[in-house]
């Protein structure tokens, strides 16, 4: 089988690299290992970012029965301390929850629709490079020759190991852990979010759902107060903290099982290219280290990845327009992160950063805005990226 480009991955980066490429008239091939819908380990939200960059590639809240706006964002710290931030109102929306089951198979499924061909069940076994692009061995299938590969398979990536681009012992910059809840009480309404002492600079959330659900879980940086492998017993007894179980409420009740998954934040460091073949999403590092945020990240540099096979022809020219453009859109918003995970690594520093966030209206509400991404996390380190609108922009499905 010949195609234009073979992508790996049918999560949120390789589908809208699918998109982006089957709309621009390329052939696109797309494997994934997983049958579509599955889970994915994850907080379920998106941010500003995300849902913009989700209605650009033509996804429709409507057709997701679980998608649930979130119009504004509660902070918990201190033990008795809250500030209710607020996102704009009748501008469109600026953050929204969906279950991730949903949310990559209606993406998956505007792949197949734009004209990519995918094949689900099937992973990746070997791969060879050549002058001509990629021949990619793949269980089940005849062998795949492509012009370009677009790596969209995740923290694990089996592109980069059978490039043998693996980083010895990596297993991510932070860990986040997640269960969903029902018959809730106000985590129903609002999304929620604690600076707990022991978690930071990782902090706990509850994301609401539709039907008095809930996402809620933690996350921790490798290294840091938590280790991994006491995570358990911190998930024990987090929902039963005072602050926590007032929102969650005395008749919620955990679902299924609890579930973990490694978070990678490494984007300025990154193997972003080798030869054809560009690294996008997890498989670039591309998560935000504050937020552990990576929905936005992954749809961004699918397309930009995209972007630049459309643009150019030489994979010297496809991979530098690729490496260039994902550095302008993340690499001082990720240097911004870090420098502000190092600040709130500190109790009494977060303490009072957090007091000054609920200080004013001006200061919750422009918070609330920055923190689901609404403009750069670094935009006012950035003269380059200002312009007119940059902080009241109008959010994602104004109609």
């Known amino acids: 089988m010949q195609v234009d480009v073979a992508i790996v991955g049918g999560g949120p980066a390789g589908s809208a690299a699918a ?5 621009a008239g390329r052939s696109v091939l797309l494997i994934d290992k997983a049958i579509s819908p599955r889970d994915k380990c994850c907080g379920d939200g998106l941010t500003a970012l995300a849902l913009r960059l989700s209605e650009q590639l033509g996804l429709d809240p409507a057709t997701l029965s679980n998608w649930q706006t979130v ?10 301390r809250t500030a209710n931030c607020p996102l704009p109102q009748n501008s469109g929306q600026f953050a929204a929850a969906v279950p991730r089951s949903e949310y990559d198979h209606a993406l998956l499924n505007l792949a197949k629709r734009a004209g990519a061909t995918v094949k689900e069940g099937h992973s990746l076994t070997a791969l060879s490079l050549d002058n001509n692009g990629a021949v990619l061995t793949v269980d089940g299938l005849d062998p795949i020759a492509a012009r370009s590969v677009i790596a969209a398979d995740g923290m694990w990536s089996a592109t980069r190991r059978l490039l043998d681009l693996g980083e010895k012992n990596y297993r991510g910059d932070s860990h986040g852990f997640r269960q969903y809840v029902s018959q809730v009480g106000p985590a129903a309404r609002d999304l929620h979010i604690w600076f707990e002492p022991d978690l930071l600079p990782g902090y706990a959330w509850s994301f609401p759902l539709p039907n008095q659900r809930a996402n809620v879980g933690f996350g921790i940086l490798r290294g ?14 987090l929902m039963d903290r005072p602050s926590i179980r007032s929102v969650l409420g005395d008749q919620a009740i955990p679902e299924d099982r609890r579930t973990a998954w490694p978070i990678p934040a490494r984007i300025t460091t990154a193997v972003l290219s080798h030869g054809p073949v560009l690294f996008v999403g997890d498989a670039a590092k591309a998560t935000d280290a504050l937020t552990g945020e990576g929905i936005g990240q992954a749809l961004l540099t699918g397309i930009l990845a995209a972007e630049s096979i459309v643009a150019h022809q030489e994979r010297s020219e496809i991979a530098l327009a690729y490496q260039n453009t994902v550095r302008q859109h993340l690499a001082a918003d990720h240097r911004m992160s870090i420098a502000l995970q190092r600040l709130i690594t500190s109790p009494m520093a977060t303490r009072n950063l957090l007091g000054l966030v609920g200080s004013t209206a001006w200061t919750r509400r422009n918070f609330a805005r920055w923190m689901f991404e609404d403009y750069p996390r670094a935009l006012l380190a950035t003269p380059r990226r200002w ?9 994602a499905y104004r109609s």
Do not use: C, K, M, N
């Open 19 to 23: 998109i982006t490429l089957a709309q």
């Open 71 to 80: 119009d504004r964002a509660i902070l918990h710290w201190a033990d008795d």
């Open 387 to 395: 312009r007119p609108g940059a902080f009241s922009a109008p959010g």
């Open 224 to 237: 840091g107060r938590v280790s991994v492998g006491d995570s358990g017993r911190l998930w024990e007894q």
